[in-house]
């Protein structure tokens, strides 16, 4: 879940209105998505999100579950003045139907709901997960921009928020050849990108975190901190439940032509340590300008003690330039998607999953993959 990097990024007359839901244990929104052949899977982007605003005039912002085609996604937790919102790319393995469903989880907690989205992406996006995992994502960031960026700009209408710093290096490239599948927006990528960034006390949401089907309970707020020592590294401090890894991409890019006694290069340490799993490996050595690289950062795993963990970029000893970075997104890999009801019992949305929140007025068998309706 994500605390809204900023209000205008919304449409206000969206935000402005919300529908809740007072009565049964869930309730379900359905979608059907056009595929662009028969053969081919659909992937999608989902987004919801929710603006309490004291709407009932309790002080109570409610907090509830979110769930997708039988999945578990989130727990939301909504705040009384400010916008947060949830974000997940799947894929559409079993048909073409999306429903996504709001289940209360505490008396006098109402669901609600202000806003849902969804977007198709490229199905070669994110490829580096297989296709039966969802992907939760927790943050984007552009680091050199300094307003919030989304469509047009991302072509799939990713939110990527500015850091708080005015600390920037800007291009003196006519365009950037963006040449990777996921489609990053230009402007997060090329006009202007951080070096040697200090960020302190950023108010952000911890990721939902999932494994094996459980939604373990994550720290309210990561603190990310950039700063720099005397060798020049830059290091990026989160928290996250120690019981799940989570994942980055990273990007990087040459904001001026260097010369030929300047070289940038850099390593990706993670917990302070050079044997990470990246994608790919080796040391950064950002591209000539008009190009991208794009790094994956995978299994990062906080700390027991204290739930933190730590993303270095340090200098090579032979570069004679400090790292720097362009944008970057985190995110978990859900459990595997389930089949969800048996298709040949008349639903619409899933009456069985996840359980035990199945709809008020059936019942079903224990499959955990793919009930039946025993009873009406």
Known sequence: MIDAPEVKAWDSHVMSTLRA???????????????KNEDSIERVLVRASFYYGNYDNKFNPPTFNLQFNGNSWSQIITDQDNIVYTEMVF????????????AQTEPDNIP????????SVNRFSYRYVDSIYPLFFFERIAFGANATIRYPEDIYDRIWGPVDTNIRVRSNSPYRNVNIDDGKPLQALSAELKQLIEVKNSNLSSPPV?????NYDSHPTVLRETHLNSSG??????????????HFNAFFAEANKLNATQKRSFNILVNNKNDSTLDPEGPVIPPDIGNIEEVHIFNVTSFETNSSYSIGLAPTNDSTLPPLINALEGYTVGAKLVQGT?????????????????????????????????AL
Request: one cysteine or more; a negative charge.
């Open 21 to 35: 839901f007072p009565t049964r244990k869930k309730n379900c929104y359905s979608i059907d998505i056009e595929k």
């Open 91 to 102: 894929s559409l393995n079993n048909g073409n139907n999306i429903n996504i469903c709001l």
């Open 112 to 119: 609600f709901i202000s806003a849902l989205e969804v977007r």
């Open 210 to 214: 999932y494994a094996a089907g459980k």
């Open 233 to 246: 590294d830059m290091v990026l401090n989160g928290v996250s439940d120690p019981k799940v890894p989570v």
């Open 342 to 374: 048996n298709s040949s019992d008349d639903w619409n949305g899933d009456p069985c999953l996840p359980s035990p929140y199945t709809w008020d007025w059936v019942a079903c068998n224990s499959d955990a993959d793919s009930p039946r309706i025993t």
